[in-house]
């Protein structure tokens, strides 16, 4: 049963205990949130769609920020892991690349649109929010260019101009793709995303070779 079926299917009153009923709260919280956006989310809302009353949901989260901060801590860990998941799945660099890409389609194309948290929010002038998605963004970009590192010899700053390229090419097309409702079917799109990156990065012979792998 996934988390937006448990919350349905969660009668009001129910007794949980504290980490099932916050994880509860937290999918009612991201279904609101992504439907409406953050400025005409209500708690209202939020209670009502988790069966519960708004001094239980006060229990957990103080307020509609902190419990828009904890979403958006979920959701930017995921899409870290994924990312360091694709980077370690393969030592062969073209796979490597290939792997990341789709770690950013998987991501974008997730059931329940938390993508929209962390790359569309209207609360990016919120500094909390702001420093969240920066923080994950460059996270993402030190473990692709920890790899570029390894394996071309190229400097650290080097390293991570190519990485903060690559993750944010990746994101903007991913993002492109599922909002244009494309008609390219996830393989391919990741496929020619991967070709695109390919023939870029692949320039860069790997540390003490003469040429790339």
Same mark, same amino acid.
């Given at each position: 049963?996934?988390?937006?079926?448990?919350?349905?299917?969660?009668?009001?009153?129910?007794?949980?205990?504290?980490?099932?009923?916050?994880?509860?709260?937290?999918?009612?919280?991201?279904?609101?949130?992504?439907?409406?956006?953050?400025?005409?989310? !209500?708690?209202?809302?939020?209670?009502?769609?988790?069966?519960?009353?708004?001094?239980?949901?006060?229990?957990?989260?103080?307020?509609?920020?902190?419990?828009?901060?904890?979403?958006?801590?979920?959701?930017?860990?995921?899409?870290?892991?994924?990312?360091?998941? !694709?980077?370690?799945?393969?030592?062969?660099?073209?796979?490597?690349?290939?792997?990341?890409?789709?770690?950013?389609?998987?991501?974008?194309?997730?059931?329940?649109?938390?993508?929209?948290?962390?790359?569309?929010?209207?609360?990016?002038?919120?500094?909390?929010?702001?420093?969240?998605?920066?923080?994950?963004?460059?996270?993402?970009?030190?473990?692709?260019?920890?790899?570029?590192?390894?394996?071309?010899?190229?400097?650290?700053?080097?390293?991570?101009?190519?990485?903060?390229?690559?993750?944010?090419?990746?994101?903007?097309?991913?993002?492109?793709?599922?909002?244009?409702?494309?008609?390219?079917?996830?393989?391919? !799109?990741?496929?020619?995303?991967?070709?695109?990156?390919?023939?870029?990065?692949?320039?860069?012979?790997?540390?003490?070779?003469?040429?790339?792998?």
């Amino acid at each position: 049963m996934t988390a937006i079926e448990q919350t349905e299917a969660r009668p009001r009153g129910t007794r949980l205990p504290r980490r099932a009923r916050r994880n509860q709260l937290l999918g009612a919280a991201q279904e609101v949130f992504v439907a409406q956006g953050y400025h005409a989310a !209500a708690m209202d809302d939020i209670a009502e769609r988790a069966g519960v009353s708004k001094p239980v949901l006060y229990q957990h989260f103080p307020g509609k920020l902190d419990l828009y901060l904890a979403l958006l801590d979920q959701h930017c860990e995921a899409l870290l892991q994924s990312v360091r998941t !694709a980077l370690a799945s393969t030592t062969e660099n073209k796979q490597r690349v290939a792997a990341t890409m789709d770690a950013y389609f998987a991501y974008v194309e997730n059931e329940g649109g938390a993508f929209r948290l962390v790359f569309e929010s209207d609360l990016t002038n919120e500094p909390a929010v702001r420093e969240r998605v920066d923080r994950v963004s460059m996270q993402c970009a030190e473990a692709i260019s920890e790899v570029i590192a390894e394996d071309t010899g190229l400097s650290k700053d080097e390293s991570m101009l190519l990485a903060v390229g690559l993750g944010g090419v990746s994101q903007v097309v991913a993002r492109y793709w599922l909002s244009s409702e494309s008609q390219v079917p996830r393989d391919t !799109a990741v496929q020619l995303l991967t070709s695109l990156a390919w023939r870029g990065i692949a320039g860069f012979p790997l540390h003490g070779t003469d040429g790339g792998n």
